[in-house]
Nanobody, 123 residues
Framework: QVQLVESGGGLVQAGGSLRLSCAAS????????IGWFRQAPGKDREFVTA????????YTVSSVKGRFTISRDNAKNTVYLQMNSLVPEDTAVYYC????????????????WGQGTQVTVSS
């Protein structure tokens, strides 16, 4: 069993930055790949980025590539999502999730989910 808790969301103006954290606990948590997803109001959940368990490989969707960076600190059992140059379209609830796949981009490939943290970008 793995527990995930997101934090760091909030309200920011367009062009600003936020850093989200995903604190993980549980058995063998460092052996899981971690992904970030987001869900905007009235839209389906979408994959944003993921990092493998070693922290040396990641995959990021093109819509946020160059603005969002995922990283992990296995000593702290925490994964970070640094979000820069935010735009109103980034407004969503952001979720982190854990997967036994090396790098997964589909929600069905994730076994554990956090409760989410709200990110709101004002224009």
């Amino acid at each position: 069993q793995v527990q995930l808790v997101e934090s760091g969301g909030g309200l920011v103006q367009a062009g600003g930055s936020l850093r989200l954290s995903c604190a993980a606990s549980g058995r063998s948590v460092t052996s899981y790949a971690i992904g970030w997803f987001r869900q905007a109001p009235g839209k389906d959940r979408e994959f944003v980025t993921a990092i493998n368990w070693q922290g040396d490989n990641s995959y990021t969707v093109s819509s946020v590539k160059g603005r969002f960076t995922i990283s992990r600190d296995n000593a702290k059992n925490t994964v970070y999502l640094q979000m820069n140059s935010l735009v109103p379209e980034d407004t969503a609830v952001y979720y982190c999730a854990a997967s036994t796949y090396y790098l997964a981009a589909r929600g069905v490939e994730y076994d554990y989910w956090g409760q989410g943290t709200q990110v709101t970008v004002s224009s």
